[in-house]
């Protein structure tokens, strides 16, 4: 199951998964463009990026960076079910 985290201005969609077996929380990236999409995954907390198409290293970097901020509210989510499910929030 993937839950929402996050829609930036320009579209681009963050959504992660629950806590997989091993531990990990893999991490979706996806901006809408013409005729498609850019789309990315981070496994975390390794912040080990796959499948990366269509974004620059630029972009991938600011993704990072918003990730590093972010992975500790992203990882407690991704045990709590999402936003939704995290209590006392």
């Known amino acids: 199951m993937m839950y929402p985290f996050l829609q930036l201005e320009d579209g681009t ?11 990990d929380v893999r991490v979706y990236i996806e901006k809408p463009i013409e005729g498609g ?7 975390l907390p390794e912040y080990r990026w796959e499948e990366i198409h269509g974004f ?14 972010a ?16 209590a006392n929030f």
């Not at 992660?16 to 077996?21: Q, T």
């Not at 509210?73 to 936003?83: K, P, Q, T």
Request: hydrophobic content about 45%; overall charge negative.
């Open 13 to 23: 969609e963050i959504v992660h998964s629950e806590i997989l077996e091993n531990g």
């Open 56 to 69: 620059s290293e630029a972009e991938i970097g600011g993704f990072l960076d918003l990730l590093e901020s």
């Open 37 to 43: 999409f850019q789309s990315a995954f981070c496994i």
């Open 71 to 86: 992975a500790h509210l992203i990882i407690r989510f991704a045990r709590e079910g999402g936003f939704e499910g995290a």
